[in-house]
């Protein structure tokens, strides 16, 4: 039976919801179309650490968000501001094609890392990360956002085009995944940007239904039939 998954920001080192969130970042990026292979301690330190809230002079700025149903981990969201050196290549690459980006890079926030397990799949848990994701930067005064993704065979993509993205013209060669320095099988990223919906709470509080609705006509269709007399 599924439940609507609680998010929770994760806010220091040592937190014990920090390894079950590496564990399922290494289950998702193992499979297609990454096909990368980590040892979890190197994605607590290369990925999870990185993204653990610091304060610069107007408030925190990155953000790891985990989704739990009782003590278990069904996904994680992560978000930093895009000029942060959170990961020097993106940030190197997007300092590249400033001029491509109709968008000052210091309002946008960088929607880094998304993963869902994949019994939640289909019951719009992606979308709820993005969206919390972009509350908490609208909060922090981010206006835009830029996300990075495979430029084939990515699940996540499509939630943002469905919020009206622009796709960078430019694609990212890339020779090594994010953590641990590990081999990829996606070598080239295509990144989306635009703007935050200015009623992004109100998105939010709807989402939440749709995603309770979801799960609810998940559970009714797996429901195993009545033992009848």
Request: aromatic letters at 10%; proline letters at 6%; glycine letters at 8%.
């Amino acid at each position: 039976m599924l439940q609507v998954p609680s998010i929770e920001q994760i806010y220091f080192n040592g937190d014990s919801r920090l390894r079950p969130l590496a564990e399922l970042y290494a289950q998702v990026f193992s499979e297609p179309p990454y096909g990368e292979k980590y040892v979890v301690d190197e994605i607590i330190r290369d990925v999870v650490d990185q993204h653990l809230p610091k304060r610069d002079g107007v408030g925190l700025t990155q953000c790891v968000l985990t989704g739990r149903v009782g003590d278990n981990t069904i996904g994680f969201g992560m978000c930093h501001g895009a000029m942060l050196n959170v990961e020097p290549s993106i940030r190197s690459f997007l300092i590249e094609q400033e001029e491509l980006f109709p968008l000052p890079l210091d309002r946008a926030v960088f929607m880094s890392e998304l993963g869902v397990v994949p019994e939640y799949r289909g019951c719009q848990i992606g979308k709820l990360f993005i969206l919390e994701r972009f509350v908490w930067a609208w909060q922090r005064g981010y206006v835009h956002y830029i996300m990075r993704t495979a430029d084939e065979g990515s699940r996540s993509s499509q939630f943002y085009n469905d919020l009206g993205a622009t796709l960078l013209p430019e694609l990212q060669k890339v020779e090594k995944a994010v953590a641990g320095n590990a081999d990829t099988d996606s070598k080239y990223r295509m990144y989306l940007y635009g703007n935050i919906p200015d009623n992004i709470e109100e998105l939010l509080v709807e989402h939440r239904r749709t995603v309770e609705r979801r799960i609810d006509e998940r559970n009714e269709a797996t429901k195993p039939p009545a033992v009848t007399a």
